[in-house]
């Protein structure tokens, strides 16, 4: 008899045994294909997602603490020959009127219809574009249980002026809060899952028109995201396009006339000068930099008077003495005769450094005086105090409110006199290199720079403008394609994930499988003595019980394969319908590569 009609009377003599190694192969098998599937699918369905969140977008610029000119878009589109878009992407709250339900993570974008052409539809979710009205998207919907008709509070944050841990930030309100119809729901094709983040579960998306956004938060025409479509070359490419549309608004930078000849003055809404805006500046001939900063004591023989400006100039190229030391300082007449201090004396000035921690902490520094000058001609120049939020627009001293605590009460009625007299006129001056050295911080070093009057506004704004780099103002484009391309390639391979997860289920399966097995051959003893007195040899007879032993393994192995994609499918319907919390709105389908 042949060797495989022996094998296949075995498997029908024995099939009792055989069906239990069969079971345990098929379910070591189910669990095997079952793992790898789910991670096949699993995988596969964050590529999807991936594409989702970013649509048909290309290059995205985002700086959360940044704002740009709106119109910066249209004029990189124009460069490019592709679609650009801007945006004002916030962080926020949202919630339902009564407090029932509340998102503390919310994502709040201003867009136009513009935005939306680049979704995955190319369309905008319905209702998009009322006046009043807000979209939602699957996630926010289902958190906090609304739907079209419903009303939303949100609590949006607003793009600070200035950095909110600088120690000249303004202590104005830093969120706007408005309540608003709910107008549509916007699903993964109309951008509903939209995000820069690559992994990460989906978020809760809040959609309003830009300009809607724009007027809550009082920043008309701004945006702190530029979206650039597919078609664009590369990164290189985007970024060229970016330098040459780039202008001195899109940096938060303005140049000021000062009037009487004074020439220009170059300014920043965050008050400090970025370091790169400051270097590019000084580079221009005849430009001078300047350092202000609000004091909170000038103190001399045991006379104090509090919240002071004090400006620190170079020297040689201002009304200062030409050899003026870093240990010396200049006073005006009002704060000598305050004081009762004249050239020789030692003043202290006490001031705000940022410290550790981002926290404010008080220093102080001793000066000689070297001469006292009247408040008139360049002494008596208010415009060397930049726009400081809180401080500079305020009538009464007793409304400043610059971003850290002051003790109001201090203010003397001789103090809010030189106020309504002179505004932010500096009562004393130091040299620029003594300024920064005690108030240089990593935002930058200097509060202006100034320009000669003979120079043109339009010469000054072309210099800068060819010197600032875009990147350093937020303005990075970074490919998402890529970036997600990136992820999917260095990410988690779920499938030996899961199959470590089911590890012990397999082992056990197997082990389980080895015991029938020898159970198996124990029971057939007297067969093995009858094969060898026929002939035999032990070589024989073991390759004749792994072919047997090969067939019900093979057969265990696609009855579980079949079995493995049926848990796969289980699985993947559950972690869409009762495990939803854990998967989100990930929309998951059984997909299996080859190698599973």
């Known amino acids: 008899m042949k060797r495989p009609r022996l094998v296949l009377r075995g498997l029908v003599f024995f099939h009792r045994t055989h069906l239990g190694a069969l079971g345990t192969a098929a379910l070591a098998a189910a669990v095997v294909v079952a793992a790898l599937a789910v991670g096949d699918s699993v995988r596969s369905g964050l590529g999807d997602f991936a594409k989702a969140r970013t649509g048909r977008v290309r290059f995205a610029a985002h700086a959360p603490d940044r704002l740009w000119r709106e119109a910066l878009a249209s004029d990189v589109g124009g460069e490019l020959d592709v679609p650009v878009t801007s945006a004002l992407l916030l962080a926020g709250t949202a919630s339902r009127p009564d407090g029932t339900a509340r998102i503390a993570n919310a994502q709040v974008l201003g867009v136009s219809e513009a935005f939306f052409a680049l979704s995955p539809s ?35 944050e607003k793009p600070a002026a200035t950095p909110r841990d600088s120690p000249l930030s303004s202590g104005a309100e830093s969120t706007a809060t408005f309540t608003a119809p709910v107008v549509g729901v916007a699903d993964a094709r109309e951008f509903g899952a939209f995000s820069l983040r690559v992994g990460g579960l989906p978020p809760a998306n809040v959609y309003l028109p830009l300009s809607g956004l724009q007027a809550a938060v009082s920043e008309p025409g701004r945006a702190n995201a530029l979206f650039v479509g597919s078609g664009a070359e590369d990164a290189e490419a985007v970024s060229r396009a970016l330098g040459r549309c780039f202008r001195l608004a899109d940096a938060g930078l303005s140049l000021r006339w000062l009037g009487g000849g004074r020439g220009w003055q170059l300014e920043s809404r965050r008050v400090i000068l970025d370091p790169p805006a400051a270097a590019a500046a000084r580079k221009t001939e005849g430009a001078v930099g300047v350092l202000t900063w609000l004091v909170n004591d000038i103190e001399a023989h045991g006379r104090r008077t509090p919240y002071s400006i004090v400006a620190a ?68 120049d208010r415009d060397l105090v ?14 400043w409110d610059p971003g850290f605590d002051l003790e ?36 930058g070093s200097l509060t202006a720079v100034r320009f000669p009057a003979k120079r043109s506004k339009p010469a000054i704004e072309e210099g800068l403008e060819a010197r600032l780099d875009p990147g350093a103002f937020g303005l990075m484009p970074v490919d998402l394609e890529e970036t997600a391309a990136r992820a999917r390639r260095e990410g988690m391979d779920f499938g030996t994930l899961f199959l470590g997860f089911s590890g012990l289920l397999v082992a056990a399966a197997l082990l389980l499988m080895g015991l029938v097995t020898a159970l198996n051959v124990e029971m057939r003893r007297e067969e093995i003595g ?26 265990g192995g696609i009855l579980g394969a079949g079995l493995g994609l049926v848990l796969a499918a289980a699985a993947l319907s559950a972690l869409s319908t009762v495990w939803s919390d854990v998967a989100g709105s990930l929309a998951l389908s059984v997909v299996v590569r080859p190698g599973t």
């Open 530 to 555: 009858t094969l060898r007195a026929l002939g035999f040899t032990d070589g024989r007879t073991r390759r004749l019980f792994a072919a047997e032993h090969a067939v019900v393994a093979l057969l």
């Open 386 to 399: 930049p726009v400081l939020p809180g401080l500079t627009g305020t009538e009464d001293c007793r409304d």
């Open 313 to 380: 100039l170079p020297p040689r190229e201002t009304f200062l003495p030409d050899d003026l030391a870093s240990g010396e300082i200049v006073i005006n007449t009002w704060l000598a005769e305050d004081l009762g201090a004249g050239p020789g004396d030692e003043v202290v000035l006490t001031y705000f450094v940022l410290g550790e921690s981002r926290r404010l902490e008080e220093e102080s520094a001793t000066f000689e005086v070297r001469e006292v000058v009247p408040i008139e001609g360049p002494a008596a």
């Open 122 to 156: 190319g369309r905008s979710p319905p209702g998009f574009g009322s006046e009043d009205g807000v979209v939602v998207n699957e996630v926010a919907a289902s958190r906090l249980g609304i739907g079209t008709g419903d009303r939303l509070v949100l609590r949006v």
């Open 408 to 443: 109001l009460g201090r203010i003397r009625e001789k103090d809010e006199a030189y106020w309504d007299e002179h505004r932010g006129t500096p009562k004393a001056f130091l040299s620029l290199a003594a300024g920064r050295e005690l108030w240089g911080n990593r935002f």
